[in-house]
């Protein structure tokens, strides 16, 4: 099924000389390294793939939340609990900065909860997975937070200009986030054998959802092509799953954690390791809604919504009467 897609995609991608004059200008701006700005002309994919992409990531911040904020309040120690506070604060600022990014295409943002709610949009897999101990959580900064950059610091130079631009402050925070995460497990290993075990559990159980996040190989994904062709993506999902496991598996073995794959090795030849392949049926049972916390996770986001009615309602209820009085004031003025 996903080579059938692979075929339909690739064949979207067109050559310059099949394109309209216009069409063309844009893919030449896009080529020359320029920035695409929200008012002017741009292909309808180009704006559906992007209101895709960043809807989808802007909700991946915001979902990502949930399996975080559930440990706040049994940090153990003072020190960690302000910074996970701080951690869990960004996502919230990188949802909406990315919401922002995506409603100067056009959508707003109530269509764009409204798909969440829905399951229409996705967002990353990997928030559908349980946090267990202390140390997953240690282990989402290092590993999760640390494929989110792999991800994006790419996306700093993405054709579209105000995701690229949201990207640049996303990052350095994201590289905050990754640290904190790798110094909490720095500190376990080095505690009880317990805790050590319980940091190595994290590693097992986060390890392939980790590789999950870089999204299929790049023949079986379904936008690769037209988004490399459109620059919102600059890498293959393979370079940068390739370039995540060689970054992070010296990182384990200074935390003399093992990671879990019996294929691990390192190529001499390639000068990268060898690995084996995460389970894409997994992944694309919890995309489709089948992964242990999807159903606890949109619940816990229609519940925001729903609980935020009365302030939305508010809100709007002041803005009407506002501009009541304003055209009322006219009028007398007249
Ligand atoms: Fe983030
Ligand atoms: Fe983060």
């Not at 990014?101 to 707003?108: H, K, R, V």
């Not at 097992?204 to 993506?233: E, T, Y």
């Not at 519940?303 to 304003?326: C, M, P, Q, V």
């Given at each position: 099924m996903y080579a059938q897609m692979v075929k339909t995609d690739a064949a979207r991608v067109r050559s310059l000389d099949e394109m309209e004059p216009h069409e063309r200008a844009f893919q030449?701006?896009?080529?020359?390294?320029?920035?695409?700005e929200p008012k002017e002309w741009m292909p309808e994919g180009y704006r559906k793939t992007l209101v895709r992409q960043i809807s989808q990531h802007a909700h991946s911040?915001?979902?990502?939340?949930?399996?975080?904020?559930?440990?706040?309040?049994?940090?153990?120690?003072?020190?960690?609990?302000?910074?996970?506070?701080?951690?869990?604060?960004?996502?919230?600022?990188?949802?909406?900065?990315?919401?922002?990014?995506?409603?100067?295409?056009?959508?707003?943002?109530?269509?764009?909860?409204?798909?969440?709610?829905?399951?229409?949009?996705?967002?990353?897999?990997?928030?559908?997975?349980?946090t267990l101990t202390w140390a997953d959580i240690g282990a989402i900064g290092w590993l999760v937070d640390g494929a989110a950059i792999m991800n994006q610091v790419p996306l700093q130079r993405c054709s579209y200009g105000p995701y690229a631009r949201a990207m640049v402050r996303i990052c350095k925070e994201e590289s905050f986030h990754q640290r904190q995460g790798f110094d909490a497990l720095a500190r376990m290993v080095k505690g009880t054998p317990a805790q050590k075990a319980m940091v190595q559990d994290a590693l097992n159980r986060w390890w392939w959802p980790s590789l999950m996040m870089f999204g299929p190989s790049d023949d079986a994904s379904v936008h690769s092509a037209q988004s490399m062709a459109w620059k919102i993506k600059q890498n293959s999902n393979d370079e940068l799953r390739q370039k995540f496991v060689d970054q992070t598996?010296?990182?384990?073995?200074?935390?003399?954690?093992?990671?879990?794959?019996?294929?691990?090795?390192?190529?001499?030849?390639?000068?990268?390791?060898?690995?084996?392949?995460?389970?894409?049926?997994?992944?694309?049972?919890?995309?489709?809604?089948?992964?242990?916390?999807?159903?606890?996770?949109?619940?816990?986001?229609?519940?925001?919504?729903?609980?935020?009615?009365?302030?939305?309602?508010?809100?709007?209820?002041?803005?009407?009467?506002?501009?009541?009085?304003?055209?009322?004031?006219?009028?007398?003025?007249?």
């Amino acid at each position: 099924m996903y080579a059938q897609m692979v075929k339909t995609d690739a064949a979207r991608v067109r050559s310059l000389d099949e394109m309209e004059p216009h069409e063309r200008a844009f893919q030449e701006r896009v080529d020359a390294g320029q920035k695409i700005e929200p008012k002017e002309w741009m292909p309808e994919g180009y704006r559906k793939t992007l209101v895709r992409q960043i809807s989808q990531h802007a909700h991946s911040e915001i979902v990502g939340q949930l399996p975080e904020g559930n440990w706040i309040s049994r940090a153990p120690t003072l020190e960690r609990k302000a910074i996970l506070l701080a951690k869990v604060q960004d996502e919230a600022g990188h949802g909406l900065y990315l919401y922002c990014a995506a409603e100067t295409l056009g959508i707003s943002r109530d269509q764009m909860y409204e798909q969440l709610h829905s399951g229409k949009a996705k967002y990353s897999s990997i928030f559908n997975y349980p946090t267990l101990t202390w140390a997953d959580i240690g282990a989402i900064g290092w590993l999760v937070d640390g494929a989110a950059i792999m991800n994006q610091v790419p996306l700093q130079r993405c054709s579209y200009g105000p995701y690229a631009r949201a990207m640049v402050r996303i990052c350095k925070e994201e590289s905050f986030h990754q640290r904190q995460g790798f110094d909490a497990l720095a500190r376990m290993v080095k505690g009880t054998p317990a805790q050590k075990a319980m940091v190595q559990d994290a590693l097992n159980r986060w390890w392939w959802p980790s590789l999950m996040m870089f999204g299929p190989s790049d023949d079986a994904s379904v936008h690769s092509a037209q988004s490399m062709a459109w620059k919102i993506k600059q890498n293959s999902n393979d370079e940068l799953r390739q370039k995540f496991v060689d970054q992070t598996v010296p990182q384990a073995k200074y935390l003399g954690l093992t990671v879990p794959d019996p294929d691990l090795k390192w190529n001499e030849e390639k000068g990268g390791h060898d690995f084996g392949e995460p389970d894409w049926e997994e992944f694309f049972n919890v995309i489709a809604g089948n992964g242990p916390c999807n159903a606890e996770r949109l619940d816990a986001r229609k519940k925001a919504w729903s609980d935020g009615a009365w302030f939305r309602d508010g809100l709007t209820a002041h803005a009407e009467k506002a501009a009541d009085r304003r055209a009322a004031a006219k009028i007398a003025a007249e």
